[in-house]
């Protein structure tokens, strides 16, 4: 039965990850042009910072969605069951999903006892899904890590914690704790996970093309791919892996005229989301991953980070060729 509604839920095997100040509402609208299915993902949200939103605190984007962003799951974050009962609740008109972060591995989360802290208290971990079950009639998922160093690898038995406890979808980064995001992700590890609960899994980390996507599963048996940094700066990514896991063609990387494109899509609509100032410097993080792969793409970046005038960056962009024939 929990199954059931979980893969009637996600009729895709590729879903976008969470990513603090990447995934906002604007990725997630764009990933959607590529991918009508997918599983998309919030950025984390502290269950702390929505009970100020629901005590009067005015909104914030990170919640916004548009009706086609379904299915959509929004992830929450922390360590009180009873304010994370209260998130659930006030997510339930927003979300087809509710994730529950068991494994951000930043020094500030984990020193607040949240993200992949909760892997050495799956007891408290446990209690968290009752929590926010207790909460929504959506179903629950959680997010988590190898274990919290090498020597605590305890996915396995905290998978199945996390199952008994109620959770009904799992997304495993193939790295513990303490590697944060160096060394490779392990997807052969994830099999374990996999051949050891009865609901379905999802490997994360490192998968940033349609080849390591399929080498990924292969090695993991996982049931799909979240799919995180690989879709900073190429949008099309879940969509084409998509894409060869139904019909076994590897659809190309799009070009850079059209990763220019999507660039411009994408500044512009953050700008109308968050002003041209804010918009502007939000951006240049993504500036790496959309300019990369042609000569020069440093010098053309390095300009880029610096500049404040929208229109210095329109042409800057527009004449992208100017760089790559230098």
């Not at 179903?139 to 959770?167: C, H, I």
């Amino acid at each position: 039965m929990t199954n059931n509604r979980v893969l009637h839920l996600i009729q895709s095997r590729v879903s976008l990850a969470p990513m603090a100040g990447i995934t906002d509402y604007v990725l997630r609208s764009l990933v959607r042009k590529y991918s009508k299915n997918c599983l998309l993902t919030t950025e984390m949200i502290s269950s702390e910072y929505l009970a100020q939103t629901m005590n009067g605190r005015s909104g914030t984007e990170i919640l916004k969605r548009n009706n086609d962003h379904s299915p959509i799951s929004y992830q929450i974050s922390g360590h009180k069951p009873h304010m994370m009962k209260q998130a659930a609740e006030f997510l339930n008109n927003y979300a087809d999903m509710i994730d529950i972060n068991m494994g951000c591995p930043v020094k500030k989360v984990v020193g607040g006892q949240d993200g992949a802290a909760l892997m050495r208290n799956p007891s408290l971990a446990a209690d968290l899904v009752k929590a926010v079950k207790d909460g929504t009639d959506k179903p629950v998922s959680v997010k988590f890590r190898l274990g919290y160093t090498a020597d605590e690898m305890n996915y396995v038995e905290f998978g199945q914690a996390m199952q008994e406890a109620g959770a009904e979808f799992i997304t495993i980064h193939g790295r513990t704790r303490s590697q944060m995001y160096s060394g490779q992700a392990d997807w052969a590890k994830i099999r374990a996970l996999k051949e050891n609960v009865d609901i379905p899994v999802f490997a994360n980390g490192d998968i940033t093309s349609v080849d390591k996507a399929i080498e990924c599963l292969e090695l993991s048996c996982a049931d799909g791919v979240a799919i995180g940094r690989g879709a900073i700066g190429d949008p099309t990514l879940i969509g084409r892996i998509e894409h060869c896991l139904h019909t076994g063609e590897k659809l190309p990387i799009p070009p850079l005229e059209e990763r220019i494109e999507m660039l411009k899509y994408h500044l512009d609509e953050e700008i109308k989301l968050r002003g041209e100032n804010v918009g502007i410097k939000f951006m240049r993080k993504f500036y790496p991953y959309y300019l990369a792969g042609f000569k020069n793409a440093k010098v053309l970046r390095t300009k880029l980070v610096t500049e404040e005038s929208l229109d210095n960056i329109l042409t800057l962009l527009n004449s992208t060729y100017s760089f790559t024939d230098c």
